[in-house]
């Protein structure tokens, strides 16, 4: 710009660039206060306007910006039609505004096509059956919201499709009923006539109607029920649904049972019966389904049956009856009947008892064991739950003169061990004595008798014995009356079931094989115990011990030993024959030496040494652990003792002079059959070395049987060879036979055992 000024002056040089200045300053907002002309810088579609003395650019009415350099058309119809322009309405924008148009079927209320909500202008529904002819010759224009309906008017029928039509988008019209026309047409049967339906007589002509209504028993809510034959010569469908009628489950009923089966459709019927207690004195009690789906409940109800107890009267002395007023008892009833008894002059003077009577009767009767001569109160009543009035009549027994009271009785027992003594006589006050002699044996034991005696003394009339009796026994009563005009006696037995109680007490085993105990009952009598013993080993599976007897004895603390095996367990129950329940106890022995070995013995001199066979010893008094095969001078044999725990090896002798363990085998290493040891083969057996024999000295060879459970050792010892002036190797041993041995005996008459 410099370059173009250069041929000007300095005055118009420096004015453009003032000029300059100031449109940079206007550009930045600020109103020119200056004399510039700040409405010139107005955007388009802006307009400058006097606001508190300064002039500013705002951007036109349906414009947004700064009024400068932006000024963007607003979208009036962002917010929708509905919300803009009104009801039924569409929204156009245009630069700077909006304008609403009505929807078909409407029109603005200002009758222009376009306009603006502002001014109350909205959109009203055109009734377009203003116009004639809309629906075409013979229609009826019906109008609503936005658009109307066509119908045929009386006389014309439609051709084709259904009514209502659009004239315009039906392809159909309504013409004249012309009966030549439409004589053929005939719809037949109308649809859907299943079970559910019903429909009146209908013509199936055209035009005709048929009436459909639901089946009994079905329902359908109101629906248009009339369908029409059309021109097409086909029933418009049904519009009614029929649902069948289902009333659920019968409703309950106050005291009352529901009873046999019932149907929940139309017309079902639920019968009930009433509550044991309670009647329906109108009848009988039923709820009907209805046609409403909902059972209709009787009017009837249960009522409590409250009975009656009349009429009641003494007979026979001692015996009551009374009637029943209810017609309607067809089950038994339970009457509770309390007797008190009074006599003034009598030591027994008040007798009390309550008896139960079940009955069916109508004119129930009972007998009471009543005194003689007393003036007794019976109230009659009905036991819970029913209800009754009760009954309460008062009388008096006669004087007994018919039976004497001579003291004759008979006997009952109860609870076991208790006697009730019924005099024969109903008198009161007679004192007599009675003698008991017990007594008391068991089948089982030679020894056992409880004999006891006492003498009773009583005015009572049911006097009442219990006796102090050992279970499980058998036992005789005789009671005699004593001191009476007539001798009489009663005998009777009484069987003693089990003790329900443990008659064994402080079981504990000693000595391994025996038990001691003591009995809770101190009696001075014999008693039997019976005894389950069963015997296992853990090391011998096929090792089953069972054995049952029995003792008698009369001590109050028993001891017995039992014969058992060494190295088992033993459990042993035992019961005293007097009582139901066993005490168990367990028992352990301890092992004992295993048996002797099974050697063939040999002896040898300055001649090979044979093959010693080692065979199985069997485990019968304990688990075998392990064989042991010594080596000892002969002169230490006989000072030998098989229990020596000291045996050493080979190599831990600073000489030989004492013996050794020449070989070791566990048990479980020993084959069942038997195998074979040769002395002095330069091997470990277990942790000891066969050494070979030192030749020219004389040796005793022993093998020893180890058997150990339960922290306890035992061992047996056989002398399997003896050897004199010994000279052999052990190669040269190979190859010799039995021949050449000097003396072989069978079995070990020298084995010995441990003590
Ligand atoms: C527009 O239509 C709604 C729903 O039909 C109606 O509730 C409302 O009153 C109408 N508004 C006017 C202005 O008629
Ligand atoms: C109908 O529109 C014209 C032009 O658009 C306008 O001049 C006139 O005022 C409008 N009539 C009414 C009743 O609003
Ligand atoms: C009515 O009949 C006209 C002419 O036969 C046919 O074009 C039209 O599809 C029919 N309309 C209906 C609804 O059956
Ligand atoms: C009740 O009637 C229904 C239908 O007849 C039958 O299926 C049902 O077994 C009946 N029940 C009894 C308990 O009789
Ligand atoms: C009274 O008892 C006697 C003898 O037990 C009997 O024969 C008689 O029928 C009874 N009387 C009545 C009314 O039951
Ligand atoms: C029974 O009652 C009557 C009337 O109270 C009385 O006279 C009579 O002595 C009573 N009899 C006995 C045995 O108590
Ligand atoms: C009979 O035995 C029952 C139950 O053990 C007891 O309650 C009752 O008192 C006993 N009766 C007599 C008379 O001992
Ligand atoms: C014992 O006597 C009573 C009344 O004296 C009697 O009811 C019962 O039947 C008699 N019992 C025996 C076993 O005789
Ligand atoms: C019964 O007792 C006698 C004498 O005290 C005695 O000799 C006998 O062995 C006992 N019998 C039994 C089975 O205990
Ligand atoms: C019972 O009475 C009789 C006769 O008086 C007498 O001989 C007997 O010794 C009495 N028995 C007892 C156990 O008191
Ligand atoms: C019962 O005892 C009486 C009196 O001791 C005697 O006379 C009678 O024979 C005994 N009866 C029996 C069955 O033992
Ligand atoms: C165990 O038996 C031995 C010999 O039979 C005997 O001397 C010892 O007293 C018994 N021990 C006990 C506790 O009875």
């Known amino acids: 710009m410099g370059r173009r000024a250069r041929g000007a002056g300095p005055t118009s040089r420096l004015l453009p660039l003032l000029l300059l200045l100031r449109l940079a300053r206007g550009a930045a907002g600020e109103p020119g206060t200056d004399g510039l002309d700040v409405c010139a810088t107005c955007h388009e579609h802006a307009t400058c306007q006097q606001r508190e003395g300064k002039r500013i650019c705002i951007c036109n009415y349906g414009f947004v910006g700064n009024g400068r350099t ?62 004639s002819g809309l629906c075409r010759h013979g229609g009826r224009c019906v109008n609503t919201p936005g658009s109307f309906e066509c119908y ?51 013509v199936s002509r055209l035009g005709s109607q048929v009436c459909y209504a639901c089946r009994e028993g079905f329902f359908s809510v109101p629906e248009d029920t009339v369908s ?48 044991e207690g309670f009647e329906s004195p109108g009848g009988k ?28 009267s003494v007979f026979n002395d001692t015996c009551v009856r009374w009637q029943m007023n209810s017609e309607r008892i067809n089950s038994k009833i339970v009457y509770v009947i309390s007797v008190k008894g009074q006599r003034l002059d009598a030591i027994e003077s008040v007798h009390e008892e309550t008896v139960k009577l079940t009955t069916d009767s109508r004119t129930p009767e009972v007998c009471l064991a009543l005194y003689p001569g007393t003036n007794y109160t019976v109230h009659i009543s009905i036991a819970p739950p029913r209800r009754s009035v009760p009954a309460v009549i008062g009388f008096q027994t006669a004087e007994d003169d018919i039976l004497e009271d001579d003291g004759m009785f008979n006997i009952s027992i109860f609870n076991e061990t208790c006697l009730k003594l019924n005099r024969h006589s109903r008198k009161i006050g007679s004192e007599y004595m009675y003698q008991f002699t017990v007594l008391g044996q068991r089948w089982y034991l030679d020894n056992f008798s409880h004999a006891t005696s006492f003498n009773f003394t009583t005015r009572e009339r049911v006097p009442v014995v219990c006796l102090n009796l050992y279970p499980t026994t058998d036992y005789t009563v005789n009671v005699s009356l004593l ?126 040494l044979p093959r010693l066979r080692l065979r199985k010893a069997k485990e019968k008094n304990g688990p075998i652990s392990s064989y042991q095969v010594l080596v000892l001078p002969l002169a230490l044999q006989s000072a030998f003792s098989c229990d020596s725990e000291g045996a050493s090896s080979f190599f831990s002798n600073t000489s030989d002079a004492d013996g050794y363990v020449a070989a070791e085998l566990l048990a479980k290493d020993v084959p069942d059959d038997a195998m074979e040891i ?16 030192k030749t020219g000295k004389d040796y005793c060879i022993i093998l020893r049987i180890t058997s150990e459970w339960n922290k306890v050792r035992r061992h047996s010892c056989a002398v399997w060879a003896q050897v004199k002036d010994s000279s052999l190797t052990l190669l040269q041993m190979v190859g010799v036979g039995l021949g050449s041995v000097a003396v072989v005996i069978i079995l070990a008459f020298l084995s010995f055992s441990a003590v």
């Open 483 to 608: 001191r009476s005009p007539k001798p009489h006696s009663v005998q009777i037995t009484i069987a003693t079931p089990p003790a329900v109680k443990q008659t064994i007490s402080n079981i504990s085993g000693f000595n391994e094989t025996c038990l001691r105990w003591n009995i809770i009952k101190k009696v001075d009598m014999e008693e039997m115990y019976l005894f389950h013993i069963w015997g296992q080993r853990w090391y011998q599976k096929e090792f089953v011990r069972e054995m049952t007897f029995n003792i008698s004895t009369s001590s109050q603390d028993p001891e017995v030993c039992l014969e058992l095996h060494p190295g088992t367990n033993y459990n042993v129950s035992l019961r005293a024959l007097s009582s139901e329940f066993p005490v168990v106890i367990s028992l352990t022995t301890q092992i004992t030496e295993p048996p002797l070995p099974e050697v063939e013995f040999f002896m040898v001199h300055r001649g090979p």
């Open 70 to 131: 932006q000024c963007v058309d607003k979208n009036e119809c962002q917010f929708g039609a509905t919300v803009v322009c009104g009801n039924h309405t569409s929204c156009h924008n245009t630069p700077g505004g909006f304008y609403c148009i009505c929807l078909e079927g409407y029109r603005a209320t200002n009758n222009n096509k376009t306009f603006i909500p502002n001014d109350g202008t909205f959109c009203t529904d055109i009734d377009e059956c203003e116009v």
């Open 678 to 693: 040769p002395i002095g083969d330069r091997l470990y057996y277990g942790h000891y070395y066969n050494a070979p024999l």
């Open 152 to 202: 045929c008017m009386d006389g014309y029928l439609l051709r084709n499709g259904s009514e209502p039509f659009h004239p315009t988008i039906d392809a159909t019209s309504c013409t004249e009923f012309d009966i030549n026309l439409f004589s053929e047409i005939d719809c037949g049967t109308p649809p859907e006539i299943t079970d559910r339906y019903i429909i009146e007589n209908y």
């Open 285 to 312: 009690i039923t709820s009907v389904c209805t046609e409403k789906g909902t059972w209709r409940e009787s009017t009837l109800t249960c009522t409590e049956i409250l009975t009656k107890i009349n009429d009641v």
């Open 228 to 275: 029409s034959c059309t021109a097409q010569g086909a029933w418009e469908s049904p519009k009614l649904h029929c649902h069948e009628i289902n009333c659920g489950n019968p409703p309950e009923m106050r005291h009352a049972i529901l009873v046999e089966n019932h149907s929940s459709r139309l017309g079902g019927v639920a019968h009930y019966i009433c509550q």
